[in-house]
């Protein structure tokens, strides 16, 4: 990078409400000649990151010659999560996210914030919480009713919650709805799984990661899935459910969600490498149908 479009960064304490807003002083060199104006979006970057944020025009000593002062950003997800931002400002940002845009250490922070949002399932006196998701994309792909059934004549625990459709026609919990409620609270999974060992409940009634399911419905309007929300999204519905064990299924083929073997790769990797840094431990993948296992320490 050019020595004279550097500038040293300067904490400003302010709070901009989640708004990246970046002041440069009114004599700064880089201002002048890249000839920046008061609310030009000016891309910021590091080694590490980058990110795009809104100029402010400061006069005087406010920020020191040579530096570049930059607002406090953070929230995001919890002020998503109580309604704070409308549908608009969503689209933003999970357009911003999407195209491969976030980072391991992003989609690891972005998985562990709709965690803590929200409630969590416990389990006492299980070792062993057993769970699986499926990236679908797969006309009449419903291996998920016969993987929990399966699961629970085998004696073994598997509160499975499924998401809504996104891009799909119906999703899992859409298709399970039409034979039974789908729409259980933390009580009714807890009673459910205590009597049959396993339960197929949507995700949305349980306020397990709520933020996932408000960004789900904005995701659905814009037909997005970005991979980074994916990530997140899945990963942040087991662990808030308490699963130890899961299977993540990616089905690939010219029909599929997933339409070839290296962007099946990368993102069984991104499952992989978030799920570890999230407290699973990654262990295999399928040479026909990529499928990532984690096993949560």
């Excluded at 009114?26 to 201002?31: A, E, K």
């Excluded at 970057?45 to 795009?52: F, K």
């Excluded at 087991?238 to 599929?256: F, L, R």
């Excluded at 790769?265 to 991104?270: I, K, M, N, T």
Aim: hydrophobic content about 40%.
């Amino acid at each position: 990078m050019d020595s004279s479009s550097q500038l040293k960064a300067y904490l400003m304490g302010i709070d901009t409400h989640q708004e990246p807003v970046v002041y440069m002083r009114d004599d700064c060199q880089v201002c002048r000649s890249e000839g920046f104006t008061a609310s030009s979006r000016v891309g910021i970057s590091t080694e590490e990151q980058a990110i795009v944020a809104t100029l402010n025009i400061v006069y005087g000593e406010t920020v020191p010659e040579g530096y570049a002062g930059l607002s406090n950003i953070a929230r995001i997800i919890a002020d998503i999560s109580d309604h704070k931002y409308s549908d608009v400002e969503i689209a933003c940002f999970l357009s911003v996210c999407a195209g491969g845009r976030l980072n391991i250490d992003e989609i690891t922070s972005l998985t562990r914030a709709m965690v803590n949002c929200g409630e969590r399932l416990s389990w006492d006196n299980v070792d062993r919480v057993f769970d699986k998701h499926c990236v679908g994309g797969l006309p009449g792909n419903r291996t998920t009713p016969l993987v929990v059934s399966i699961v629970s004549a085998a004696g073994l625990v598997m509160p499975k919650t499924s998401s809504r459709a996104i891009t799909s026609p119906a999703g899992t919990a859409d298709t399970m709805e039409a034979l039974t409620t789908v729409n259980l609270d933390l009580a009714a999974i807890q009673r459910v799984v205590g009597q049959t060992g396993a339960c197929l409940a949507w995700g949305g009634a349980i306020n397990l990661s709520p933020a996932d399911d408000l960004l789900i419905r904005v995701e659905r309007a814009l037909d997005l899935d970005g991979e980074g929300q994916l990530v997140a999204s899945v990963l942040s519905k087991k662990i808030a459910a308490g699963s130890t064990h899961v299977v993540i299924d990616i089905p690939v083929g010219n029909t599929a969600k997933v339409r070839s073997h290296a962007e099946a790769d990368r993102l069984s990797s991104l499952f992989s490498n978030v799920g570890a840094a999230c407290g699973f431990l990654s262990m295999s993948a399928t040479p026909s149908r990529r499928v990532s296992r984690f096993t949560r320490c």
